[in-house]
């Protein structure tokens, strides 16, 4: 069984997600230890009320961005950790983690990567006037939203949305294909060479891809 361990910041929607899988035998796997850097992220609810170990680690507590990210590195490495998922986790990763666990720390981002990277890549959407966006599960490198992509999938951009509106759309899907992401890892099918990923023996179910002519 695939030993996770999530970073978040906030809300952990996508944890819940995952949680949820989990428990319904959908994913063989099992959540070791959330890590937040947020004490007051509801990640944290969460986790008690499924039982699974929580820490918080303050970055003002190290005199270095590495020193912090050895402190999260030790404590995963300590659960036996084999796969890191971020899950709405606000910093960009460094060297003492991506070092420790090469290709193995996923993220997933709300836009058609490698458009609109960083920040509110949902209101970069809408302000940019595309009709087409969605989210992107992938690895995790020492770019901002740049590592090599797993899954995506996309859904319509309606003349009338806003950064809200399209962000719930969105969030659908990620609670879909994050899991899904972690599910194809854990069965040892996904495959890095270069920048791209092989699937093995896969493709993506159309029910994570949304018709751009049906309003949901």
Same mark, same amino acid.
């Given at each position: 069984m @695939?030993?996770?361990?999530? @970073?978040?910041?906030? !809300?952990?929607?996508?944890?819940?997600?995952?949680?949820?899988?989990?428990? =319904?035998?959908?994913?063989?796997?099992?959540?070791?230890?959330?890590? /937040?850097?947020?004490?007051?992220?509801?990640a944290?609810? !969460? =986790?008690?009320?499924?039982?699974?170990? +929580? @820490? +918080?680690v303050n970055p003002k507590d190290f005199s270095s961005k590495e020193a912090f990210y050895e402190k999260i590195r030790d404590e995963l490495l300590s659960k036996g950790v084999e796969l890191v998922v971020l899950a709405g986790f606000m910093r960009i990763v460094k060297k003492p983690l991506?070092?420790?666990?090469?290709? !193995?720390?996923?993220?997933?981002?709300?836009?058609?990567?490698?458009?609109?990277?960083?920040?509110?890549?949902?209101?970069? =959407? /809408?302000? +940019?006037? /595309? !009709?087409?966006?969605?989210?992107?599960?992938?690895f995790v490198d020492e770019g901002v939203d740049t590592g090599p992509i797993i899954i995506q999938a996309a859904v319509p951009v309606h003349p009338e949305d806003t950064e809200e509106s399209l962000s719930e759309r969105i969030l659908k899907l990620e609670h879909k294909i994050y899991p899904e992401a972690i599910r194809l890892f854990a069965e040892g099918r996904l495959k890095v060479e270069g920048r791209k990923v092989k699937i093995l023996d896969y493709s993506l179910p159309e029910k994570y891809f949304t018709n751009p002519e049906i309003r949901e």
């Open positions: @695939l030993k996770i361990g999530v @970073l978040a910041s906030g !809300r952990g929607s996508n944890f819940q997600a995952i949680i949820d899988e989990i428990e =319904a035998g959908k994913l063989q796997a099992k959540i070791e230890i959330l890590i /937040v850097d947020n004490p007051e992220a509801y944290i609810e !969460r =986790a008690k009320k499924h039982g699974i170990p +929580y @820490l +918080y991506l070092d420790a666990f090469p290709n !193995r720390i996923m993220n997933i981002h709300p836009a058609l990567l490698p458009s609109f990277p960083g920040l509110h890549g949902q209101k970069q =959407a /809408v302000d +940019y006037g /595309v !009709r087409i966006s969605g989210c992107t599960v992938h």
